[in-house]
């Protein structure tokens, strides 16, 4: 027994030394490379990257002029008509040739180092290579010369570029109706695809239906509990939805005037919402700090886009990329990648709250506005373009037409007309609070143009809706354009 008992306590400690030794062994190899040292440099990789920067820094400018022929040094003669001693020629002659070379050799440096360019992008795999043409040379296109500018010459085009263009000339729009019914402030406004109606939501929570050629009430709906904040009417199905700060969104059916669906979601009360143009998707944002994405059919949340850290105010969808686009009160603006749920991208450059938003009709572009300023981004990276100055107040809404009239109103009653190539204001006013209001009771808290754009439907403090139309008697001769350029750049940021 004590024989076995020593021969099986031998194997066990001999497991534990083999084991020891194997985790040693694995523990070496682990820890074999010494981590403080950087990895060797891969030179191709390393070529490519600096082809890609220097391609991405200067290829504005890598169309160089062609060298100046070397200038020799001429003796200079002195006034008294002296001439120099044969070692100060001597000493001239050996100076003109050193910078001769050295001119030589620069020049020879130019070329190596457009020849280097040229072979660090077949290295890094472009797909046409570069073939640099001499500046002077110009060809003809259509009659024209191309003309080659010099990095000064585009630095000075481009801030040319930057100012204002001349506006186009449209007409001045009046005052063509009031409407009254609501008892609270009207607070939301959409407009049938039809233009046959347009339905405005307020404070009294109902949402009312009128005839838009007439302005007569069609109908009223009831069954919020709280203010209507925000409508939005289907293209495809005989739906509205609306929105409140009762924290509810609700979908009418139109033929039967009554809720067929309701949205359970949000935590608080919501402020914005909009319909996907090609999908079955509702969008809403609020007070939560988040934009969800409904299913008109299931009425299921597809989607939560968080990241906000302020209430949603401003929603806009189109069926390009990006789908989504949501401003905030956290002064930012972000697009949205639907098939991600993600951010696609932060637009930081806001100072104030942004409070509307809008999707340009005809351009791949979008329009924020803010009580700092109204502005332009290009899709689908959301690079800003311009901003639109003039409006110094809150603005609330801004909306636009197909003849390109940007319209803004704002918290003290004041609507600007812009035209949106230039930025340039053509017509600006106070509007009047109805008799037996308040002069504080001027607010503009949302606006929309009919299908045609011709009518511009406002919705104000002073319970009241207003209808504008343009002047059809205007003429540029009786209503000039008093415009003039601008010789100060815009700014670009």
């Known amino acids: ?70 200038l020799s040094r001429k003796r200079i003669k002195l006034a008294n008509g002296s001439a120099s001693t044969s070692n100060q020629d001597e000493k001239e002659k050996t100076e003109v040739k ?16 457009v020849q280097q360019r040229a072979g660090d992008k077949r290295s890094a795999g472009a797909l046409v290579e570069y073939k640099a043409q001499p500046a002077h040379k110009a060809g003809a296109i259509g009659g024209g010369m191309i003309q080659r500018y010099t990095a000064h010459q585009q630095l000075i085009l481009k801030a040319r570029s930057k100012r204002m263009k001349k506006p186009v000339w449209h007409a001045p729009w009046k005052l063509m109706r009031v409407i009254s019914g609501h008892l609270g402030w009207v607070r939301a406004v959409a407009v049938d695809p039809t233009n046959e109606w347009f339905a405005t939501g307020s404070g009294d929570r109902t ?29 495809k199905y005989p739906y509205l ?76 969808v189109q069926g390009a990329k990006p789908q989504v686009i949501t401003g905030s ?15 696609h991208a932060t637009l930081t450059n806001h100072k104030k709250s942004v409070r509307s938003l809008l999707i340009h009709p005809k351009e791949y572009t979008f ?29 609330n809404t801004i909306a636009i037409n197909r003849d390109n009239v940007l319209v803004s109103g704002a918290d003290n009653g004041t ?19 109805q008799p037996g209001s308040l002069d504080s009771e001027c607010g503009i808290f949302k606006m929309a143009f009919d ?24 003429t540029p001769e009786t209503h000039p354009l008093n415009w003039k350029p601008s010789k100060r750049p815009m700014r670009g940021f």
């Not at 009128?210 to 904040?229: Q, R």
């Not at 009160?329 to 951010?343: F, I, P, Q």
């Open 207 to 235: 949402i009312k239906i009128w005839d838009l050629a007439s302005g007569t009430l069609k109908l009223t709906l009831t069954g919020h509990i709280n203010s209507v904040t925000d409508l939005a009417v289907s293209h």
């Open 415 to 433: 609507l600007h007309f812009w035209d949106w190539k230039s930025g340039w204001c053509f017509q600006n006013f106070k509007v009047k609070p």
């Open 98 to 113: 050193i910078e001769d070379v050295e001119d030589e050799n620069m020049n020879k440096a130019i070329e190596g180092a």
């Open 1 to 70: 027994m004590a024989a076995a008992a020593s021969t099986t306590s031998k194997r066990l400690a001999q497991d534990v030394r083999e084991r020891a030794y194997a985790t040693l062994l694995d523990s070496h190899k682990m820890f074999l490379a010494n981590y403080s040292l950087r990895e060797p440099l891969h030179l191709s990789s390393h070529q490519a990257k600096l082809a890609i920067k220097i391609g991405d820094e200067y290829s504005h400018i890598q169309m160089m002029p062609p060298p100046k022929p070397p």
């Open 451 to 474: 299908m045609t754009g011709s009518r511009l439907i406002t919705c104000e403090a002073d319970k009241s809706i207003k209808v504008w139309k343009e002047d059809e008697t205007a």
């Open 241 to 316: 939805f609306s929105v409140g700060n009762d924290k509810l969104v609700k979908c009418w059916d139109l033929e039967q005037n009554k809720v067929v669906r309701h949205y359970h979601g949000h935590l608080s009360g919501v402020f914005s919402c909009a319909i996907h143009p090609t999908l079955d998707l509702l969008v809403t944002g609020g007070r939560d700090s988040v934009a969800r994405v409904w299913d008109i059919r299931t009425k299921a949340e597809a989607m939560v886009l968080g990241g906000h850290t302020n209430c949603v105010s401003a929603l806009g």
């Open 329 to 343: 009160h956290d002064n930012t603006v972000r697009l949205w990648d639907l098939t991600k749920g993600a951010t």
């Open 367 to 395: 329009c924020t506005g803010a009580a700092d300023n109204l502005k332009v981004w290009k899709c689908p990276d959301g690079v800003f373009m311009r901003n639109i100055s003039g409006h110094a107040a809150i603005v």
